[in-house]
Nanobody
C-alpha cells in the first residue's frame, strides 16, 4: 500500500537546523511532484516547498525562501527538506505530500518545535 513516512523532526533553538526526510513506497515516486506542507496550532495547513518529479524545479513559500531547501533522491524514493536558520514561527507539524494529476497522498506528519 501507499506510504509516506516522515522523519527528522524535533526540538531546536532559534537559528538551528533540521533535515526532514520522507520515505515513499507503494507508488511510482519518480513521476510525482513532491511537496512539504506545515500546520501550526490554530492555523491552516500551508504549502512550504515543492519539487518537480525530476527535481529540476523547486518553489518555496516566501516565509522560508533562502532558509529551506527541498531535494529528492528518486533512486531512494525519498524527499528531503533542509531547514536552516529556524525561527519560532517555523514551529508546526510538517507533512510530506505526493501529487500526480488527481492522485495525491499524505504522510502522517512530523513535529518541528523551535524555541527562542
Amino acid at each position: 500500500q501507499v506510504q509516506l513516512v516522515e522523519s527528522g523532526g524535533g526540538s531546536v533553538q532559534t537559528g538551528g537546523s533540521l533535515r526532514l526526510s520522507c520515505a515513499a513506497s507503494g507508488f511510482t515516486f519518480s513521476t510525482y511532484t513532491m511537496n512539504w506542507y506545515r500546520q501550526a496550532p490554530g492555523k491552516e495547513r500551508e504549502l512550504v516547498a515543492t519539487i518537480t518529479s525530476a527535481g529540476g524545479g523547486t518553489n518555496y513559500a516566501d516565509s522560508v525562501k533562502g532558509r529551506f531547501t527541498i531535494s529528492r533522491d528518486n533512486a531512494k524514493k525519498t524527499v528531503f527538506l533542509q531547514m536552516n536558520s529556524l525561527k519560532p514561527e517555523d514551529t508546526a507539524v510538517y507533512y510530506c505530500h505526493a501529487r500526480w494529476f488527481t492522485y495525491y497522498y499524505w504522510g502522517q506528519g512530523t513535529q518541528v518545535t523551535v524555541s527562542s
